[in-house]
């Protein structure tokens, strides 16, 4: 069945590393991608998305480009910031968009 | 808009109470679902439903009920609590289809505690 898979955390890092988060994914047709964050004691928002192969989800400067080649959606971001630490999720919508899939979520710490 | 939005916030139940947990949106999406998150498993569909009428069962159904009687409204009852309940819920709704829009839109989830 349709699935996601994405790194397990925790992942800690210091300011203005480079961030790189791993999400793949199983799904029978052309599913929609979308990267979640969840900041500590919140609900989860939508951080960026993809609805189709090669697109590129940009958002407060992460990326994630949706490859179809290799199934994957992986999130990077340049140089990050403190205010960046929170709980991220890799997701898909099916072609029926009755189904909704998430990984299992990275926490992200983010050290001055 | 006020989005989607959960009630309460916080709850502490005693084992074989029963309560009902709320959830609303004005967006007049027709697809609205409830997750329960816990430490090390993501996030968990309990039910959804399609539209006013229609509900189906996600992944972890079992200790639950929901009705849809309006498109705003879709309420989680527990009916007999068990710690095995403990956990944070949320609700979370989007319009159907595919597509650019078919993102869904989380409320700021309710943290049961069942003792």
């Known amino acids: 069945g349709d699935s996601v898979t994405q790194m397990e955390g925790p992942v800690t890092l210091s300011e203005e590393a480079f961030l790189t988060i791993n999400c793949t994914y199983t799904a029978t047709g052309y599913p929609s991608l979308f990267w979640y964050v969840q900041y500590p004691g919140e609900g989860l928002q939508l951080l960026l998305k993809a609805t189709k192969a090669d697109d590129k989800g940009s958002n407060k400067g992460f990326e994630a480009t949706y490859r179809k080649e290799t199934t994957s959606f992986h999130l990077e971001k340049g140089s990050v910031q403190v205010s960046d630490s929170a709980v991220y999720f890799c997701a898909l919508s099916t072609n029926t968009g009755n189904q909704f899939y998430f990984g299992t979520g990275t926490s992200l710490t983010v050290i001055p | ?115």
């Not at chain 2, 006020?2 to 005693?14: E, I, N």
């Not at chain 2, 109470?17 to 697809?31: G, I, R």
């Not at chain 2, 509900?55 to 989680?76: A, C, I, K, M």
């Open chain 2, 1 to 115: 808009n006020a989005g989607v939005t959960q009630t309460p916030k916080f709850q502490v139940l005693k084992t074989g109470q029963s309560m009902t947990l709320q959830c609303a949106q004005d967006m007049n999406h027709e697809y609205m679902s409830w997750y329960r998150q816990d430490p090390g498993m993501g996030l968990r569909l309990i039910h959804y439903s399609v539209g006013a009428g229609i509900t189906d069962q996600g992944e972890v159904p079992n200790g639950y009920n929901v009705s849809r009687s309006t498109t705003e409204d879709f309420p989680l009852r527990l009916l007999s609590a068990a710690p095995s309940q403990t956990s944070v819920y949320f609700c979370a709704s989007r319009q159907t289809g595919t597509g650019p829009y078919n993102e869904q839109f989380f409320g700021p989830g309710t943290r049961l505690t069942v003792l």
